[in-house]
């Protein structure tokens, strides 16, 4: 067989998203004051897994999750920092998008789980330019094509050098028989509003269009001839800056290096993992604040990212990514928490009472974006509600992600009575401000207004519980947990549920709770990860892309590609 | 090999959708003033197809036919009924929804194609209790299992017999390891508001849930328990139609057969289709009205099935249908119109005047519907606007639905002057009032809402041109048609536009589509058609469903299904 390329790219090694600017191999990060560039300047030998070439500035996993952490430090570490160009260190060629013979050789599931990361990044850049005061400019000074073109769709605004050869496009369906499966379609329509006949005319060109007629389309917002591109990037940038109300003179908080050991159990400082994988099942624990919280912001500040909330936040974030990249066979997830509910509740209004500050902004919107990956992550959620746990406010919202809650009715009658976690009092939950409006889903509803969709008097009531330590009983009554099991059922109605779980067909559960977890409005992010991402699936799926004759693996064979000619 | 339901089914014969109650083998369809009962009775040696026994009152698309075609003759037929009762002719069944060894036998493009002719009929059940004053009520007097269930949902009201044994389930997870692909999630989530981790338990429980929990949850409106079910079902039918406003003492039109011939051409009386199997494209012609309206909806209604707008509507029904399901390899679907467009938009004028007219209500509804039916059509569609042509008010929404348009700037030069579509004026195209309200997408907006969404002065402009007859260079210019080449290029540019579209993948194709087609808002149509519908492709897809040992092959085999259990 002559093309290597189309066996399986084999992933032996673990996936780990912890990275820094030192340590980047594709991109370069320099601010000037206000500006901060982001230089895309991929090395072609630097691919994640053997097998391609990064050409062009093409993407695999690895340059999307050192994008994925520049885009996470501007925010904490550079205040300063108003509009952020996203631009391309190679003459000629923007970004060439996913790296073909990267997709080409993947296995399904990574090629899912990989648009996913990379759709979150996109979203955390819109979230950035939304909700943070850093704007981004896409510089695009040289060809877009596919996902190199979605990167600059993310972006507030984008500049197309106008050279008459440089162009925006999504060949992916003309070229490689699949869909542009990172928002490109959604945010064409729903963010650009090109008209429909438009964009499917564009989306079957694979050359693009490119200079008047790009702008006309709305594919771009300006295109900029080469002699005036540097003075126009640079007066763009000052005039996004001018319009952010990020801080003047504030002092970043770094991001220091995440502590972590991983074996059968990933540890962090507050979050631990337990792997079953006879059970096919992950127990993770998360432990509330030990001590009571920072005077003030600025205060939380100088704890840099020791900060509880911070740091539990980017636990739990590093956590999700590596057991949904890493350990796919494990397809329950059942959430517990330990610790004083009361401290939770307390660190939750500093970060309410601060949100004028510029940290607590981010650190909400970054538990915001955690929680949201958790939604669209596609493993069964369980929440283990149990005495000594501290299911309150912000960490209640972990119950309120999952399919299925179970909290204990009255005490385990048989635990040590001298266990740190065995407080002798029934567990309870306690709803705060924290669920109540800051952390929204991707549907633009908190999970407690998704839960109560179309019951009006149902929200009201449990709302009004806010702040009462509810007990299982109640909570149940009030809708906000599924079941209340007492001593003698617990394990083994826990048990069954979990068993039960991973009897089921794992793509069946992955459609089930995909639609489930939305109810309600429909923004366009819900559309990526459910109307589009869907499609996208099935198409990559289908032998018309992924089998052997499939436009997919046939791409830069000089083959054309054979399809079945059945329109499903 | 023992296992001969697993074998595909093969599809030989030609589907027909023409049926009336007489020929009809699965349903009865009784009136009683107004309430009219459907009683399903599927007839187990009546599948549509060898292979399998509809046991159960579990349905093919042949049981869904008949559904669909009493659904439209009680809307024409009967303008008296104003509640519909659909129960179960069969003891202790209600209905056991889609039969699952034709599920299994049946090739994927089946699958996706009957589910979707399914959830149009349902959709249909929810615009004739919406729209028409026919409210449905479901009377489950038995068991009501997936399809069924879903059968159920469609329905304004839910009554389910309480007898210790019925129950109303969502066993495709569980069972067969697929979704429950017609409505089903959504309309629970969404419609019924049960809370979502309900839900999620309700449908991994393949026995289901009956009696007052089934209430209590949502999952239906009463538990009746069997000494007062008939009385109750009568009650709460009387109840139903009282609040309706169908019209007293009107005379229903009747539908009489569908006259069609078919080989190469599928021609009717108004529409004609000609399939060019080489080139994968079948060229669609609508005759516009031949005569003035008549003066009133009354006449109008004497006319009966021949009015014209009701008779073009029938042939346009049936010829996508037609096309969708015995002409898969037809890709691209170019339609062209022929007559007068003051006609036509006289004959709209007469509609929408009428308004109030139950006639006239049913005619724009089912226009309505069949184009949303053209919305999700899974072909390329585009119009080309020649000289001759009427594309003005409702018949403009065939432009206005097609993926591409192309109106000829100036006339053929060299056709021959006495042909009859040789007016020797260039082709136009006119908005009406039809455009701009009446016949909403799935998406609840207009074609050219939909078409200008977040253009607002794009969409002022365009509807500014009511009634003004617009050659192809001002129409371009309003964006309303994409392309207008002129003579010259005329026949090259269709011809590579029809040619390219057939050399694309057709999966890529169907998912681009589906997105682009349906900006702007989501409803529970849109939401079905993208996100439930994408997912239970891609499941249906997968060697977990339909594999060899997968879960809706293996079912009824004694055999467990072999899972790859790598969450994607």
């Not at 990275?19 to 601010?31: A, F, G, I």
Request: glycine share 8%; hydrophobic share 40%; proline share 5%.
């Amino acid at each position: 067989m002559t093309e290597a390329v189309q066996t399986e790219a084999v992933h032996t090694e673990r996936v780990d998203f912890r990275v820094s600017p030192d340590r980047y191999k594709h991109w370069r990060l320099s601010t000037d004051g206000p500006v901060a560039t982001l230089t895309m300047d991929v090395d072609e030998q630097g691919g994640l897994v053997p097998g391609y070439e990064l050409k062009m500035n093409s993407y695999d996993l690895g340059v999307d999750i050192e994008l994925y952490d520049a885009v996470q430090r501007l925010r904490f570490e550079h205040p300063e920092v108003r509009t952020v160009v996203i631009t391309s260190g190679k003459p000629k060629i923007f970004c060439a998008g996913a790296n073909i013979r990267m997709l080409a050789a993947s296995p399904h599931g990574w090629k899912v789980n990989f648009c996913k990361f990379t759709n979150e990044t996109r979203n955390g850049i819109e979230d950035a330019t939304a909700h943070s005061g850093q704007t981004y400019l896409a510089a695009v000074n040289g060809t877009a094509s596919g996902g190199g073109y979605e990167l600059a769709l993310a972006c507030e605004h984008i500049m197309l050098v106008d050279d008459r050869s440089s162009a925006v496009s999504l060949p992916e369906l003309p070229l490689l028989g699949v869909l542009p499966g990172t928002g490109g379609l959604t945010r064409v329509s729903d963010k650009r509003h090109v008209r429909r006949d438009l964009a499917d005319y564009f989306s079957t060109k694979s050359e693009g269009v490119g200079g008047k007629k790009a702008v006309q389309w709305r594919l771009v917002d300006e295109a900029v001839p080469r002699p005036r591109w540097d003075e126009t990037v640079a007066e763009r940038g000052a005039e996004l800056a001018s319009r952010s109300r990020r801080p003047e003179n504030a002092t970043g908080v770094e991001l220091t290096p995440l502590a972590k050991a991983a074996d059968d159990v990933i540890r962090y400082d507050h979050v631990e993992a337990r792997l079953d994988r006879d059970a096919g099942r992950v127990d993770i624990s998360v432990k509330g604040p030990r001590n009571d919280p920072p005077a003030s912001m600025a205060e939380a500040a100088r704890h840099g990212a020791g900060f509880w909330p911070l740091a539990v936040t980017r636990e739990l974030d590093d956590l999700i990514l590596d057991l949904r990249t890493n350990e796919t066979e494990l397809g329950t997830w059942v959430f517990r928490t330990e610790g004083d509910p009361a401290l939770v509740l307390a660190y939750d209004e500093l970060l309410l009472g601060g949100k004028d500050d510029w940290f607590a902004n981010e650190v909400l919107h970054y538990l915001k974006r955690t929680l949201r990956r958790l939604d669209v992550t596609s493993r069964s959620l369980i929440a283990a509600i149990e005495p000594g746990s501290c299911f309150a406010g912000s960490l209640l919202e972990l119950a309120l992600a999952a399919d299925r809650s179970f909290q204990l009715a009255g005490v385990f009658e048989d635990k040590d009575p001298t266990a740190d976690s065995n407080t002798g009092e029934p567990a309870t939950i306690t709803l705060g401000e924290a669920n109540l409006g800051p952390l929204t889903m991707s549907n633009g509803l908190t999970r407690l207004q998704t839960r109560f969709w179309g019951d009006e008097a149902g929200y009201e009531a449990a709302a009004k519980s806010k702040a009462e330590a509810l007990e299982a009983e109640d909570a149940a009554e009030l809708g906000l947990v599924t079941f209340a099991p007492d001593d003698i059922d617990w394990d083994e109605e826990i048990r069954i549920a979990t068993e039960e779980r991973s009897s089921f067909s794992p793509d069946a559960l992955t459609g089930l709770e995909a639609n489930y977890r939305f109810a309600g409005p429909e923004t366009m992010e819900t559309k990526i990860f459910g109307r589009l991402t869907a499609w996208q699936n099935w198409i990559f799926n289908r032998p018309n892309a992924s089998g052997p004759d499939g436009a997919l693996r046939r791409f830069g064979t000089g083959q054309r590609a054979v399809f079945d000619r059945k329109r499903v």
